[in-house]
């Protein structure tokens, strides 16, 4: 009998105690969950723009002298807008998520590629072709 009613009150004590965790708002990780991204706080850039202020605004320069810019948004997605000569296009998505800056790679060439740390905690890749234009992200 004493036995029961110690086990009926561990059990009461631990669902007080998860309970307590769900109010409170604690979340608990695994231990091999990827390390936490910065604070999505965003700064604002023009055309409308917020993105994640550590990650800051990378560019490609082409040889003709255009410009496609690139962020990662509030919202974890890759982000990239070109320059023409009536100003620039509105920011789209490039189906990329990042946890990292975007680093370019060959600039100033047809055929740039950008490098991000991905959801995954992995390096993801996006080439541009001279020919038919930006690839899909890649490992």
């Given at each position: 009998?004493?036995?029961?009613?110690?086990?009926?009150?561990?059990?009461?004590?631990?669902?007080?105690?998860?309970?307590?965790?769900?109010?409170?708002?604690?979340?608990?990780?695994?231990?091999?969950?990827?390390?936490?991204?910065?604070?999505?706080?965003?700064?604002?850039?023009?055309?409308?723009?917020?993105?994640?202020?550590?990650?800051?605004?990378?560019?490609?320069?082409?040889?003709?002298?255009?410009?496609?810019?690139?962020?990662?948004?509030?919202?974890?997605?890759?982000?990239?807008?070109?320059?023409?000569?009536?100003?620039?296009?509105?920011?789209?998505?490039?189906?990329?998520?990042?946890?990292?800056?975007?680093?370019?790679?060959?600039?100033?060439?047809?055929?740039?590629?950008?490098?991000?740390?991905?959801?995954?905690g992995n390096y993801w890749y996006r080439a541009r072709d001279a020919v038919n234009g930006w690839g899909s992200w890649h490992r």
């Open positions: 009998m004493a036995i029961s009613l110690l086990r009926r009150s561990a059990l009461s004590l631990g669902a007080v105690a998860l309970s307590g965790l769900a109010v409170t708002g604690v979340t608990v990780s695994p231990a091999n969950a990827a390390p936490a991204a910065p604070a999505a706080s965003g700064c604002s850039y023009d055309g409308g723009a917020r993105y994640i202020c550590a990650y800051g605004i990378s560019k490609v320069k082409y040889p003709n002298g255009q410009v496609e810019e690139f962020h990662v948004g509030t919202n974890w997605w890759v982000y990239s807008r070109l320059s023409s000569s009536g100003g620039w296009s509105n920011w789209k998505p490039t189906h990329g998520m990042a946890r990292s800056r975007i680093e370019v790679f060959n600039n100033n060439t047809w055929s740039p590629y950008l490098r991000i740390i991905g959801n995954d």
